[in-house]
């Protein structure tokens, strides 16, 4: 199971600390070119349609904008990179009345299809595959729309506009297209919590992602774990929802391993940038503990066959 990290043109480049690090890449103008800056190329990338970003400008840009941005992106990218390129996706945070979502749903649907062909077009190389987006807002929605994909000849699937719903409805959400498209060929957009990633771990989904370690940063926050705990910097101004911390806690992350009072000052952006991938390292080691824990968990499991013996 893999956490991509996502990444924009003006966030720490996580590749140079971490070089295995699974990327997620927005076809946004701004993120062109972006990857000729990394040191190490992402072995593993998702590039994203940004429909969050352009769904708050005026029009929406045609498809082939926005997947011509993607192959300027992939055409900076290792060969021997596993990527996904995900279509042109409707986002349903906006959307409160029923005959809203069922034509977001609707439009959705019809970018896949027409995304699908142009992807099929171009033939591209084999290392890179298209992905579905799986949109819903009840189970229903949700079945209807993976089975869609499915007919249009969709293997990778993602599902998205999981934000700013509850975490017992997301992971109820996450089962119900995991019910239809299989668990290992699903992606989750958009993660941050930790409960979720414990179902997800559960649920044995193929990926997520999350923007929280850079998000965090940019708020003045601090991540440590063993246990999983979160600290605004004591210069911060932000209201205090966690507990303060003035002085940087024991680290053997990339950055504190050089000098660890770098994450604690606030600004400018270069240290932001130093205090996400501080962040990323702890998200990801909770992330790999829950994991690794779960896989132990099942290693004591005794089959349902010998316990009926006993
Ligand atoms: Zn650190």
């Known amino acids: 199971m893999d956490f991509y990290i996502g990444w924009s043109h003006s966030d720490a480049i996580f590749c140079d600390y971490f070089p295995t690090c699974p990327v997620l890449i927005s076809a946004i103008p701004d993120n062109r070119g972006g990857v000729k800056k990394y040191r190490n190329k992402p072995k593993k990338l998702i590039l994203d349609c940004g429909s969050v970003f352009y769904v708050k400008q005026k029009s929406r840009p045609p498809l082939k904008d926005v997947f011509d941005i993607q192959l300027s992106i992939l055409e900076d990218c290792d060969s021997t990179a596993k990527i996904q390129m995900v279509h042109f996706d409707e986002p ?27 992807f099929n077009k171009y033939e591209l190389p084999k290392f890179v595959q298209p992905m579905g987006v799986i949109q819903g807002y009840d189970q229903a929605s949700i079945e209807f729309s993976a089975y869609e994909l499915i007919k249009m000849g969709y293997e990778n699937f993602g599902i998205g506009s999981l934000l700013f719903k509850h975490q017992t409805e997301q992971i109820e959400m996450i089962r119900r297209a995991v019910d239809v498209v299989g ?14 990633l414990h ?5 044995g989904v193929k990926s997520f992602d999350s923007t929280r370690p850079t ?27 966690s507990p303060r911390l003035e002085n940087p806690l024991h680290c053997e992350c990339p950055v504190c391993e050089i000098n660890a009072k770098q994450i604690f000052i606030p600004s400018p952006r270069e240290y932001m940038k130093l205090r996400s991938v501080h962040n990323y390292y702890h998200l990801l080691r909770t992330f790999k503990d829950i994991l690794e824990n779960k896989q132990r968990r099942g290693e004591h499991v005794v089959p349902n066959v010998l316990r009926a013996r006993n």
């Open 92 to 118: 349903l945070l906006n959307k409160t009345s029923l005959s809203e979502r069922y034509m977001a749903i609707e439009r959705t649907l019809f970018n896949a299809y027409e995304y699908l062909n142009l």
């Open 183 to 196: 668990s290992a060929n699903l992606h989750v957009f958009g993660v941050t919590g930790i409960p979720q």
């Open 199 to 203: 179902a997800m771990v559960d649920i």
């Open 215 to 241: 998000m965090a940063a940019a708020f003045f926050q601090v991540f440590y774990s063993r246990p999983f705990r979160t600290f605004f910097l004591s210069e911060s101004r932000a209201k205090p929802t």
